[in-house]
């Protein structure tokens, strides 16, 4: 496995026990419908929560959440109605990105609430 995917896996792990901590339950971890995937699905009360996780050890290029381009969100979005459907979901619906730096190894997260759509 690469450098890359490892630290994408621990990324979306991090993300994942962050929320928790924030009182979101996670329901799913790397959704796939199609050509579409979702890093984490959360419910908080009546709120499911989509959510793009992106890490990166540094931020000379841009900050993590500015690599979610149009493409990104419109696949997400697929994949969120098809889930939606899947389990007749009736309450609120959110898209988030939790953004994440490694900062001399030290992870700096930032959650994003209501990020896109």
Do not use: C
């Not at 630290?7 to 979101?24: D, I, V």
């Amino acid at each position: 496995m690469s450098d890359k995917i490892k630290r994408g896996n621990e990324g979306e792990s991090l993300a994942a026990t962050f929320l928790e901590k924030k009182g979101f339950t996670v329901r799913e971890r790397n959704y796939r419908h199609k050509k579409s995937e979702i890093d984490l699905i959360v419910v908080k009360g009546n709120w499911l929560v989509f959510v793009e996780v992106k890490a990166r050890t540094s931020t000379a290029f841009g900050f993590p959440e500015e690599f979610v381009d149009y493409k990104k969100k419109k696949k997400v979005l697929e994949g969120a109605l098809h889930y939606m459907t899947e389990i007749d979901w009736q309450g609120n619906v959110r898209y988030d990105i939790v953004a994440i730096t490694w900062v001399e190894g030290v992870p700096e997260i930032h959650h994003i609430e209501d990020a896109f759509y």
